[in-house]
């Protein structure tokens, strides 16, 4: 059964450790993730872009799909299902889909607008038991056609939309979409604590989370970080282990071309890069 993301980010605030949010895109995404959340015994967050909700052919597939994976492989790990930087109106129809928790990207508002727009998602949110998340400050790159500059969230603003009632609060602290530039300048932990000292215990998310190194992951979590998201890492896996796949000449052997042989690498790829990061954040044997 999916379940919302509030409880299981709250266990995670609690015991100092962060919950993977890991976006999918396909089935071999999906059954490795929930394979491996399952196999750790970790909860596990599976995040959805509109851009991948689309490619999936909407978010009700998605909401099935998922569903009945849950209940097909027997998984007994606390699973949400999570639309990632939702539009206003992506917002609603994941809510009709069927998703356990929304997150509202309204950074690219004016302050007020995003102010008012999270306030009313956040009853609709609440009222129908999902979770919703929030960002201020936007993070920088590009994911699904969703562009940041990448500026650090304003502390006062984030206690103004964290006062709204969200459940867990996305703070641009430097963070970026995708591979890091070589002269990035790190995360800002003057912003991170600057932010937790304004909200308090409410669970913080940090986007970007592909090749931000181990002692800075570390640091955010002791700093209020309950929610890491990872989306670049996995596609990386992916796509390396099956180019080598391909380049070995595996597919031009006997049934090698054979979709489910085919995609092996690379969903066992997957796999091993959200085991890694389940073990970073230390959410393993947390269900
Ligand atoms: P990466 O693609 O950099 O891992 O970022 C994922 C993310 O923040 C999803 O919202």
């Known amino acids: 059964m999916l379940v919302s993301a509030t ?3 709250k266990k995670a605030v609690e015991g100092h450790y962060a919950v993977g949010q890991f976006n999918i895109n396909n089935l071999e995404w999906t059954k490795s993730i929930l394979a491996t959340a399952q196999e750790l015994n970790s909860p ?8 991948a909700g689309k490619y999936m052919t909407g978010f009700k597939t998605v909401a ?5 994976m849950i209940e097909e492989m027997k998984i007994t790990v606390p699973v949400a299902l999570h639309l990632d930087h939702g539009s206003y109106d992506g917002c609603y129809k994941c ?3 069927g998703f356990s928790s929304i997150m509202f990207d309204g950074s690219h508002y004016p302050i007020e607008e995003n102010v008012e727009k999270t306030r009313e998602l956040v009853k609709v949110a609440h009222a129908m038991g999902l979770s919703i998340e929030a960002e201020v400050g936007s993070i920088g790159g590009e994911e699904d056609g969703v562009v940041g500059m990448g500026e650090c969230a304003d502390p006062d603003e984030c206690k103004m939309i964290a006062d709204l009632g969200v459940d867990f609060l996305a703070a641009g602290i430097g963070n ?3 591979k890091y530039p070589e002269n990035w300048q790190g995360l800002s932990f003057e912003t991170l604590a600057a932010v937790k000292e ?3 215990d409410l669970p913080l998310v940090l986007h970007g989370g592909t090749g931000i190194p181990a002692d800075m992951i570390k640091k955010a979590i002791d700093l209020g970080v309950a929610k890491i998201n990872v989306n670049t890492e996995c596609q990386l896996s992916f796509a390396a282990a099956t180019r080598e796949y391909i380049e070995a000449g595996k597919d031009q052997q006997g049934k090698g071309f054979d979709p489910r042989k085919l995609l092996a690498p690379g969903a066992e790829a997957i796999k091993a890069t959200v085991k890694e990061k389940m073990e970073l954040f230390g959410s393993v044997g947390k269900a």
């Open 95 to 97: 809510i009709k889909a």
């Open 44 to 51: 596990v967050i599976l995040g959805v872009s509109e851009g």
């Open 64 to 68: 099935a799909m998922v569903e009945a």
């Open 7 to 9: 409880e299981m980010l």
């Open 176 to 178: 970026i979409h995708g």
């Open 198 to 200: 304004k909200i308090g």
